[in-house]
């Protein structure tokens, strides 16, 4: 990547060897840490870089610095792959300050052991910090997504240092487009917090922002409004498109194909849809669909008088990230008891503002002329409710 300006120069690293991001989320693309240095009079390091790649970032590092010390580190998120050579950089830098929220300050020393509580800067909101012929201001942005984030607008340059916001997975080499990999990204990791987002998207409206520089993922420097209307729309729970997405579970077949039939129905009916076998694709590639799309059929098979455990995880996962404003439809099977459609309702009625469809299709192992009638209420009731 090349550096966001003359003076502000980019030293991250790509990670394409880890597999699973938080040790949850695949990565076929790679993911950035991105890291900045601001060289002024006062030179600023803005974040650091994950542990697996220390020798890499600091190769970075010592190409952009040379002789030259930082005056300061800049500490917008804790999270690991972020802050993992704040430790190393501390000792390399004994005069270097570290300037960080408050809350940031107070979580350090869960993180390493060195005590630098006498080197800590604790900034508050609309605290500025001078470094010479740039200025940093601090915003506080808690719960976007852990207690002690802020961001960091540099004004001389009108550059917004986001921390994990407008982040994406996607290693920077790999040129992956920012929308390609957003999604996934901000439903599973920043999705939850949507109040805290929009919080923080009224505060940046008083910005004038020329690049946001992200702690994964590209710098954003052109149509800065068409990100922010991103985030703004996804931040009020509101889909990106309008259209229907079948999630389906089962251990022999049957409700998939029940499932995939109902879905060519609905697209000869003129319904954009799209399905996903919860069996052979990761849970959050199904969260990322569920927020992305307006109605949702959930298709899941009866297991051990309980819900069959894919569509349970789903479930499960919507709950944990705040999933609201959609309406649902449901096709349980049950060869002897069926008990899924029950208790998938179950799930969703802990979900703010969702609808469900009052037809509940229910298969005995497999679709027969006399589920028809059923299928037909419920794609009546999906197309009357776009």
Not at 92 to 112: A, D, N, R
Request: aromatic share 10%; proline share 4%.
């Amino acid at each position: 990547m090349n550096n966001v300006t003359d003076s502000i120069l980019y030293i991250g690293v790509d990670d394409t060897d880890t597999e699973l991001f938080e040790n949850q989320y695949p990565i076929e693309e790679g993911i950035s840490y991105n890291s900045y240095v601001i060289m002024d009079e006062k030179i600023t390091i803005m974040d650091t870089a994950d542990a697996r790649k220390t020798d890499d970032w600091l190769a970075n590092l010592k190409e952009a610095l040379g002789d030259k010390k930082p005056s300061y580190l800049v500490v917008s998120h804790l999270e690991p792959d972020h802050s993992g050579n704040i430790e190393t950089l501390a000792k390399m830098y004994p005069e270097m300050q570290i300037v960080g929220s408050v809350k940031t300050g107070q979580m350090l020393p869960q993180f390493f052991d060195t005590d630098v509580s006498g080197r800590f800067v604790g900034v508050k909101e609309g605290d500025t910090l001078e470094l010479g012929s740039h200025t940093l201001t601090f915003v506080m942005a808690p719960m976007v997504h852990w207690p002690e984030v802020m961001v960091t607008y540099e004004s001389s340059e009108k550059v917004l240092f986001s921390a994990d916001g407008f982040g994406t997975f996607g290693a920077l080499k790999n040129n992956v487009p920012w929308i390609d990999e957003v999604t996934h990204y901000y439903f599973n990791i920043v999705g939850k917090y949507g109040s805290s987002v929009q919080t923080l998207l009224k505060k940046a409206a008083n910005l004038d922002i020329a690049r946001i520089c992200p702690l994964h993922g590209p710098v954003l420097s052109e149509d800065l409004g068409y990100y922010l209307e991103k985030y703004d729309k996804w931040s009020k729970y509101e889909p990106e498109e309008q259209g229907i997405f079948i999630a389906y579970a089962c251990p022999h077949g049957h409700t998939g194909l029940a499932a995939e039939e109902f879905a060519e129905e609905l697209r000869a009916a003129g319904e954009n849809v799209e399905t996903l076998d919860l069996t052979k694709e990761d849970v959050s590639e199904a969260v990322e669909k569920c927020f992305m799309y307006d109605r949702i059929v959930l298709a899941a098979a009866t297991y051990d008088a309980a819900l069959f455990p894919p569509m349970e995880d789903l479930l499960y996962h919507l709950e944990i990230k705040n999933f609201q404003k959609r309406k649902f439809a449901l096709i349980e099977n049950g060869s002897w008891a069926p008990a899924a459609g029950k208790l998938m309702r179950a799930h969703i009625e802990k979900l703010k503002d969702c609808e469900i469809c009052d037809t509940l299709v229910s298969l005995r192992t497999r679709r027969t002329p006399a589920n028809d009638a059923d299928f037909n209420a419920v794609k009546e009731w999906l197309i009357a409710n776009k």
